[in-house]
């Protein structure tokens, strides 16, 4: 090791740089730019990832909606275009035969005129249980969600959206324990919510009890819709497929028919983000290392070509003693040397761009890339890739120095 503090040694090396400046600054900027894009696509990428999962925050990915429609086939005596309803009787028989269920949460809603005294707007009345809150969790700022014994109480109590407060209320104001006439009836408000600014299908609404709401809307044991989540590691996909089955044997149509129930499979979507952004990452991973590759090979051109020009100089030093393995260790270090201060620059000026993007897009309430970073592992990884892929490149013109003939590179013009 004591040939890298000889300082004979990098007077050499830089004695061979300063005599061939430009071209080795090219061939510095073709090893920078690999290892630059390959830190910069990752960050954007990884920023990318980030600000999906925000999108989605608390929001239970392994989830599917399913709704009824009518049939467009007809089955045992029934015609086609029949109405199918869901009732609270098939959730029970869903949640009963399926231990795949992690939560199931039966739904209903209308739109009701909200009453404050003076103050009134429309809004969507969302009939539900407290599971929901599991699966879609609500960012609250005062009070609590509907719990169990509201439920069993019918109690006439509401959770409203941060919006449905600040159109109802007065600034400032302390909306917990004041009432809300929801079709002609008061309830008493526990809680508000904050509106999700990623994803949220609710939109501003208003939480009232199921049971309550049942009465309220006359709707007996019908629901709108189902939210349902799988438990981990279950395949929503499938689990979709059997519950739709299900509910057309119990309501009678046709296992083929297709239009009968609706769903929104939200992992499916998900799915297809991730895939997206996994390929992203491959073809990142793909045209980084091909750049890197490719400066590298430069790399190893310029120093045959260095090697050429000094054959003569290569000759006096063999002359004189220096051994072969001096003479390859001299290029392989100056291979190294060149690689390694080219992914140096590049991780920094590629650091500097992914800085320079996080302020740019990766802030304000609709951000597109969410603290686009890499992580260190992954940058020493690229990093010891390219100081491995410049000691190999440079043994080819060291190998082609030690050839050199003494007598031959003497008479060399």
């Not at 430009?22 to 980030?50: C, K, P, S, Y």
């Not at 790399?299 to 090697?307: A, E, F, K, R, S």
């Not at 951000?367 to 490149?393: D, E």
Request: charged share 20%; with cysteine; proline share 3%.
């Amino acid at each position: 090791m004591r040939f890298l503090f000889d300082s004979d040694t990098w007077q050499e090396i830089y004695g061979g740089i300063r005599k061939n400046k430009t071209r080795t600054i090219i061939t510095i900027i073709g090893v920078l730019w690999g290892i630059f894009l390959l830190v910069t696509l990752l960050g954007a990428a990884r920023g990318m990832e980030n600000n999906f999962k925000n999108i989605f925050g608390d929001f239970a990915t392994n989830s599917v909606f399913i709704w009824a429609q009518r049939t467009e086939k007809p089955f045992k005596g029934y015609q086609e275009g029949r109405r199918i309803r869901l009732t609270t009787k098939d959730t029970e028989i869903l949640e009963s035969e399926f231990d795949e269920i992690k939560f199931l949460a039966p739904r209903s809603n209308e739109s009701s005129l909200i009453i404050n005294g003076i103050k009134s707007g429309t809004f969507s009345i969302n009939g539900d249980y407290p599971v929901l809150n599991q699966a879609q969790k609500k960012d609250l700022v005062y009070g609590r969600f509907l719990n169990e014994n509201d439920i069993k109480n019918k109690t006439k109590v509401c959770v409203i959206e941060e919006d449905v407060y600040k159109q109802l209320f007065e600034k400032n104001e302390y909306p917990i324990g004041k009432l809300l006439n929801i079709n002609s009836i008061n309830f008493n408000v526990v809680g508000v919510y904050k509106r999700s600014a990623n994803i949220d299908l609710d939109g501003s609404a208003i939480y009232i009890p199921f049971t309550t709401f049942q009465q309220v809307y006359n709707r007996a044991n019908r629901i709108n819709w189902m939210l349902i989540t799988a438990k981990e590691g279950v395949d929503i996909r499938q689990l979709e497929a059997d519950i739709k089955l299900t509910l057309k044997n119990l309501h009678k149509v046709d296992p083929e028919d297709n239009r009968a129930f609706g769903s929104f499979n939200m992992a499916a979507e998900i799915g297809k983000v991730t895939g997206f952004l996994t390929g992203m990452q491959f073809l990142t991973w793909f045209v980084g290392i091909a750049t890197l590759i490719a400066g590298v090979f430069a790399i190893g051109n310029i120093l045959l070509i260095t090697v050429k020009e000094r054959t003569k100089e290569i000759g006096i030093r063999r002359a004189i003693g220096a051994t072969p393995i001096e003479v390859r260790r001299q290029v392989v270090l100056e291979s190294v040397f060149l690689t390694t201060l080219a992914g140096m620059l590049g991780i920094i000026f590629g650091g500097g761009i992914l800085f320079l993007m996080d302020k740019a897009w990766g802030s304000g309430p609709d951000p597109t890339l969410l603290n686009p970073t890499v992580n260190i592992p992954i940058v020493l990884l690229a990093f010891l890739i390219l100081i491995i892929l410049g000691t190999l490149i440079g043994m080819i013109p060291a190998y082609m120095a030690t050839r050199v003939k003494p007598i031959d590179a003497l008479r060399d013009e």
